[in-house]
C-alpha cells in the first residue's frame, strides 16, 4: 500500500529538504559557518542533479515568459526560486507559475545577467538570498 498523504514531489525536488533543514539552522544561528553549511548543501544537491522550481510571469507584451523577480527594500532585484511545491505555495495566496531548473545551469546563469542581484531562495518562508558571490562559492569559481 501506498502513502497517499504526502505531497508529490518531483524527483528532482527530493532532497531539498536537506537545503530548508540548513537555511533553517542559519536563520536560527547566523554564522559563518552555518553559511558555509547552507552552502555546500545547495552545492552537493547541485551536483546531484537537483532542481529548483524557477518562478515565472508572462513578459509585457511578449507571448514568452520571463523570470520572476523581486525587489528587496535596498533597490536589488533577484530572482525567485524555490525548494519545493510548498515552498512556493506559502506566497501570499498569489498563484505563480513555475518551471524546474538544474542547479547546475541556474546558477552559473544568473551570474553574467545585468540587472539582478542573484537568486532569492524561498523568499516566503526559509529564505536564503544567493548573491553572485555566492553563487561563484557553490560554483567552485572563488
Known sequence: MTDT???????????????????????????????????????????????????????????????????????????VAFTSFEEQNRGGGSVMSGFLADMDQLFPSAIPTDGIHGIILNPWNRTLMLNKALLQIILGNN
Do not use: C, F, Y
Not at 24 to 45: C, G, K, P, Y
Open 5 to 79: 498523504s504526502a505531497p508529490h514531489t518531483d524527483p528532482g525536488l527530493e532532497g531539498n529538504e536537506k537545503i530548508e533543514a540548513a537555511i533553517l539552522a542559519l536563520q536560527q544561528e547566523a554564522s559563518q559557518e552555518l553559511l558555509a553549511h547552507a552552502l555546500t548543501v545547495l552545492r552537493r544537491r547541485m551536483r546531484e542533479n537537483g532542481q529548483l522550481i524557477l518562478a515565472v510571469e508572462p513578459s509585457a507584451g511578449k507571448e514568452q515568459l520571463a523570470l520572476k523577480t523581486i525587489q528587496t527594500p535596498d533597490g536589488n532585484l533577484w530572482w
